[in-house]
C-alpha cells in the first residue's frame, strides 16, 4: 500500500494546482489524478448533482488501488467530504480546512476575504470553519462564477480576463481586508489578475501548499510514505480534451505530462439524473 499512488481530483484542471505542490513538498509520491472537464463547471450544479459526479470520481480513483484521496476542489469538499470519509477504507484530505487555517496565519486585522463557486460559498463552508477558530473574525465572500471558465478555456491575459476579474471583485472595494482566499482550486491560475485587482496590500490565499502539508502529515502518521526508489509515476485522466489538458497542465506543471481520456459514467440512468446539463 505504501507504494500506491495518492488519488487527487478535481471538476477540472484547477487540482492541478494542488498537484504541483504536492510535487514540490512530496516529490517521491506517485499520484492518479482525475480532472472532469467534460463536466465542468460544478460550482453551479446543486448538491445532489455534485455528490454524483464526485462520487464517481472517487469510486473510479479508488478501483486504481490508490492510498488516500485528495479532494483538490473546494465545491466537492464543502459538499461530500465528510460522507466520503465514511464511505473509503482510504483517508481523505479535502481542500477548504487548510485554506482557512492558512488564512488564518496570514491575516493581522482578522479581515477575510473568500471567493469561491456559487456552490462553495452557498455552503458557507469557509466562514464556518473560519469562526470556529475566530469568533469575531470579519468576514466577505463573493461567488466568482466566471472565473472558472475563464481557467478551463485558458483565458488568462490582461486583455480579455482582467475586465471580468475587475468585476467580479466588485464586493471588495472599500472593505479592509488583508487576505484573500482563493476558494477554488482553479483561481491560483488568475492570481496575478486578481492581486491586480485588490492591490498589494492583500495577501492570497491557495489551500494548494497547506494541503500539501496536510497529506505528508497523514502520510507519515499512517505510515504511509511511499519507499520505492525508483522514480514516481503520474497518471492524469481528464473526461475532456486529452490534448488541451495535457496542453494546459503542462504549461501549469512545467513538465510533460501523460494525459488519458476516462468517462466515469456507468449506466444511462445515472446520466439521465443530470439531464441537458451534463
Ligand atoms: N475547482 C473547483 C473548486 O475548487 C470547482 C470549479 C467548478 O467546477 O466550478 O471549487
Redesign the pocket.
Known amino acids: 500500500m505504501r507504494n500506491a499512488p495518492i488519488g487527487v481530483m478535481?471538476?477540472?484542471i484547477?487540482?492541478l494546482t494542488v498537484v504541483k505542490e504536492i510535487w514540490r513538498q512530496l516529490p517521491r509520491e506517485s499520484i492518479v489524478f482525475y480532472g472532469?472537464s467534460q463536466r465542468?463547471?460544478?460550482?453551479?450544479?446543486t448538491p445532489d448533482e455534485i455528490r454524483l459526479l464526485s462520487f464517481q470520481i472517487l469510486d473510479f480513483l479508488v478501483a486504481q488501488g490508490v492510498k488516500m484521496l485528495v479532494i483538490?476542489?473546494?465545491?466537492?469538499?464543502?459538499i461530500i467530504l465528510d460522507e466520503a470519509r465514511r464511505r473509503y477504507d482510504v483517508p481523505v484530505l479535502g481542500?477548504i480546512a487548510p485554506g482557512a487555517r492558512a488564512a488564518i496565519a496570514a491575516t493581522n486585522n482578522q479581515k477575510i476575504g473568500i471567493i469561491?463557486?456559487q456552490?462553495?460559498i452557498n455552503s458557507k463552508s469557509y466562514s464556518k470553519t473560519l469562526r470556529q477558530t475566530h469568533h469575531g473574525m470579519k468576514i466577505v465572500s463573493q461567488a466568482c462564477?466566471k472565473f472558472?471558465d475563464l481557467v478551463e478555456r485558458g483565458v488568462l491575459d490582461e486583455v480579455k480576463a482582467l475586465p471580468i476579474v475587475s468585476d467580479s471583485l466588485e464586493a471588495f472595494r472599500g472593505t479592509d481586508i488583508d487576505t484573500m482566499i482563493l476558494?477554488?482550486?482553479?483561481?491560483p491560475l488568475l492570481a496575478p489578475l486578481i492581486s491586480k485587482v485588490l492591490g498589494p496590500d492583500v495577501r492570497l490565499i491557495s489551500s494548494a501548499e497547506e494541503t500539501a502539508r496536510d497529506i505528508s502529515h497523514w502520510l507519515t502518521e499512517e505510515h504511509l510514505n511511499r519507499l520505492e526508489l525508483d522514480d514516481p509515476r503520474h497518471v492524469f485522466y481528464t473526461s475532456g480534451d486529452v490534448k488541451r489538458f495535457a496542453q494546459m497542465g503542462e504549461t501549469w506543471l512545467q513538465q510533460p505530462i501523460q494525459a488519458k481520456y476516462h468517462d466515469v459514467w456507468e449506466n444511462e440512468s445515472e446520466m439521465q439524473i443530470l439531464g441537458d446539463r451534463s
Open positions: 478535481d471538476s477540472g484547477g487540482g472532469d465542468c463547471p460544478y460550482g453551479d450544479r483538490a476542489c473546494n465545491t466537492a469538499t464543502a481542500v469561491g463557486t456552490a462553495t462564477p472558472v476558494g477554488c482550486t482553479h483561481y
